[in-house]
Nanobody
Framework: VQLQASGGGLVQAGGSLRLSCAASGRTLSRYHMGWFRQAPGKEREFVAGIGWSGGSTYYTDSVKGRFTISRDNAKNMVYLQMNSLKPEDTAVYYC????????????????????WGQGTQVTVSS
């Protein structure tokens, strides 16, 4: 499956952005999906994940209550709505597909995700 992330940009603190991840090649409905991010000089970190049906989600603590992950399997799309953005959210954001999904388990471990998009830059100014 090929993934294409988009929607990043420059926004002031407190603002919002909506990231999109478009898939091609295979239907996304067979994969758990995740969003990760990597800030300069830091390791890639898990941000949010969603189960293959969309019925379960999981967030890292720092984005809970501000970010919402969703998916539209009919359109082969995954989204990350980011509200109340903070300068520490500045990073390159990647969407990824868990290539060996375990029912009911959304992994935060990047090595489980076998398919990755190219990343989209999000910059939050103070």
């Amino acid at each position: 499956v090929q993934l294409q992330a988009s929607g990043g940009g420059l926004v002031q603190a407190g603002g919002s952005l909506r990231l999109s991840c478009a898939a091609s090649g295979r239907t996304l409905s067979r994969y758990h999906m995740g969003w990760f991010r990597q800030a300069p000089g830091k390791e890639r970190e898990f941000v949010a994940g969603i189960g293959w049906s969309g019925g379960s989600t999981y967030y890292t603590d720092s984005v809970k209550g501000r970010f919402t992950i969703s998916r539209d399997n009919a359109k082969n799309m995954v989204y990350l709505q980011m509200n109340s953005l903070k300068p520490e959210d500045t990073a390159v954001y990647y969407c990824a597909a868990d290539s060996t999904p375990v029912p009911g388990v959304i992994s935060t471990w990047s090595n489980r995700y076998g398919y990755w998009g190219q990343g989209t830059q999000v910059t939050v100014s103070s």
